[in-house]
């Protein structure tokens, strides 16, 4: 299976080389764990290789998103210019409509996409009429490749619906962040990667005025 270069530092070493193509992700953490920069800064850094990327929205705007890329220095408002980066609003009762519409075609046309949030459609939109959803993008990223992400945060959903989640995704990438004396320890847990051979383990990073940046080797668990 093809890897793909994430860009982020330290982490394709950790991986192996990058994130399996063709893949369907689910990106998981608490409000202020560092789960969004994530997948934000991955597809950013996709999008600067003269990619496309199709960033689709629930309940955060836009212009609020850009707001905090900028905090990054990541120049959106540029790559919107030369439609490598499109954001595609949802935040409205046809949400799932939009998707099935939209999905497709995008990823047809090569975007690599991010749904942002998912936690967001299970809170409004019934849950079976999610899952087919997710199932679509399933089908979509293995026909036509890209890496897809689903952002979900912890605790909003029963764990039912999150463990169905876990085990219909291609990757599960989980966010931890606790107080230690000092400050905050990050980690990044590796829960499932289909398509690869990974070896389970917690990667320590730092969120910093360039994004994410992975810790040394060293102190990887």
Not at 3 to 29: A, Y
Not at 112 to 122: C, E, G, H, I, K
Request: charged residues 25%; contains cysteine.
């Amino acid at each position: 299976m093809k890897l793909v270069k994430t860009w982020i530092e330290g982490l394709d070493e950790v991986l192996g080389g990058g994130l399996p193509d063709k893949s369907v992700i689910l990106i998981m953490g608490e409000p202020g764990s560092g789960y969004d920069i994530f997948a934000q800064q991955i597809l950013y850094q996709h999008a600067l290789k003269e990619d496309k990327v199709a960033c689709f929205t629930t309940i955060r705007s836009s212009d609020t998103l850009k707001e905090d890329f900028e905090t990054f220095g990541w120049d959106v408002p540029s790559l919107e210019k030369t439609a490598q980066w499109v954001f595609v609003d949802v935040h409205t009762p046809s949400a799932l409509q939009i998707l099935r519409e939209e999905i497709p075609s995008r990823i047809e046309k090569g975007c690599w996409t991010l749904v942002d949030s998912l936690s967001y459609l299970l809170q409004t939109q019934k849950v079976d009429s999610v899952l087919k959803m997710v199932e679509l993008l399933l089908e979509n990223a293995r026909k036509h490749g890209g890496i897809h992400f689903l952002l979900l945060v912890q605790g909003m959903q029963d764990p039912q619906t999150e463990i169905t989640l876990q085990h219909l995704v291609d990757g599960v990438i989980e966010f931890t962040a606790q107080e230690v004396a000092g400050g905050i320890d990050r980690r990044i847990r590796m829960k499932k990667m289909r398509k690869t051979i990974y070896t389970p383990r917690l990667i320590p990073f730092r969120i910093t005025e360039r994004g994410i940046v992975i810790e040394t080797a060293v102190r990887i668990a």
